[in-house]
């Protein structure tokens, strides 16, 4: 009786660690991405919200900004209402190209370093 038991408590142990690192742990990285997106909002930067709304930060407050939409039209807007950053995501692609241009030079440094060290001895 008491072998079944610790059968039954060893998959539910498994059961919860694939649930923990499938689902809970994913979410939390997710919401610590969102709060960390939300805090660092700037004015210039263009933003979408939950809605769909298209708009540009004029200014940032404590819990929510001011989002210009159109020529002399601003709305107020609570933080935990915007989607995403626009210019954010250009900025990570820029970063990205960056990277490869970097790895390609390191590349090439290291091939002329070898090539004369190959020519020297």
């Not at 263009?46 to 709305?75: F, Q």
């Amino acid at each position: 009786m008491s072998g079944n038991t610790m059968t039954l408590a060893l998959y539910f142990v498994v059961f919860f660690g694939i649930m923990y690192f499938l689902m809970i742990r994913p979410q939390q990285k997710q919401q610590k991405q969102r709060q960390a997106m939300l805090s660092s909002l700037h004015v210039n930067d263009k933003v979408v919200t939950s809605g769909g709304i298209y708009g540009k930060i004029t200014k940032v407050k404590d819990k929510s900004i001011m989002l210009r939409v159109a020529d002399k039209v601003e709305i107020e807007v609570a933080k935990a209402g915007i989607g995403s950053v626009e210019n954010r995501e250009v900025t990570v692609e820029k970063d990205k190209k960056e990277d490869k241009k970097e790895d390609k030079k390191d590349k090439s440094t290291e091939t002329e370093e070898e090539q004369t060290q190959s020519s020297e001895g």
